[in-house]
């Protein structure tokens, strides 16, 4: 059994309540083509440019987001590292000299500690997305290639603090069903992130 089947079969029903709310919303994004083009045998550095470009305005969107809640509520303290410095590092080693951040489709900030729960369940979740991803970019692209935005990551040591975090956490029946609406909410936006165009401005 996978780290990640074991975090879930041990898991808060809470964290299972939102795997399964929020499976369609996943599935949408992860079938992204954006996403789906860093996966594929036949990817580029252009072609991987150009998914980088895509994921900066969602990621910068449900970052800052989750950010803001996080001071607002008092747990900045509990937040993983941002990676958003990171994917603007590997776009600058791909030529991209300056990335427009359009934060239209940003989630809402949260205002609860059940909504920021909600935002974090998709963004600590996409760090073991990442781990997936970096091995097929480095089979594709090679070892040379900038993926410090993916390899960085840290997926399995940040979510099992997560998931640590979720466990302790009590929430009444509104408020976890605020912190399921929540997390919809921040896939749907992240995929319309990914629908912007972004001009490469190198």
Known sequence: MSKTRRDIARAPALLLQLRDSTRDYHHALDHHPELQRLLRPGL??????????????????????????????????LLSPCRLPALEADLAA????????DISHRPSVPRSAAELLGLRYVLE???LGAEVIVRCLHDTLGEAAP????????GHWHWRN??????????N???????????????????????????VTT
């Open 173 to 199: 029946a509104q408020e976890q069903q605020r912190a399921i609406s929540a997390a919809q909410h921040a896939f749907e936006a992240y995929r319309a992130g990914l629908e912007i165009e972004k001009p």
């Open 162 to 171: 997560f998931v640590a975090q979720l466990t302790t956490t009590r929430l």
């Open 94 to 101: 791909l030529g991209v000299a300056q990335t427009d951040t």
């Open 44 to 77: 580029t550095l252009d072609g991987y440019r150009r998914s980088l470009l895509a994921l900066h305005a969602p990621q910068a969107a449900l970052e800052g987001a989750v950010a803001e809640g996080a001071m607002y509520l008092g747990q900045a303290e």
């Open 147 to 154: 993926v410090s935005f993916f390899a960085a990551s840290q």
């Open 125 to 127: 979740g996409s760090r």
